[in-house]
């Protein structure tokens, strides 16, 4: 699962996780029917039925802070695993809710 709301940085990342064979889903509240032509991938409407491996992200989001690390890692597999590109999230926090955390 990726959020999404820059254009470059998520088309570059997205074009490299799928060069590994990884498939890409995205989610932004705000913009997410124009999301799913230009980064050709698949936009979902909320996170609840994400069951992501890894989520990275991309963008400082008011409507992200509602979303707590416990809602996040109940939509997420085993051992999830968090990027956080603007360092958005409070690590030790993250990584005490049992993700495996990493900043940009």
Known sequence: MFL???KRLPKKIIEELEEY?????GYDPVLRD?????????????????NADCVILAVIHN????ITLDMLKETMNTNP???DVRGFLNPDEAKEKG???RSL
């Open 81 to 83: 695993i968090l990027i």
């Open 34 to 50: 124009t999301h799913e032509e230009e980064f050709e991938i698949e936009v979902i409407e909320d996170i609840e039925h994400a």
């Open 4 to 6: 999404i709301r820059e």
């Open 63 to 66: 409507l992200f802070k509602e």
């Open 21 to 25: 064979g990884i498939e890409v889903i």
């Open 99 to 101: 993700f495996v955390y």
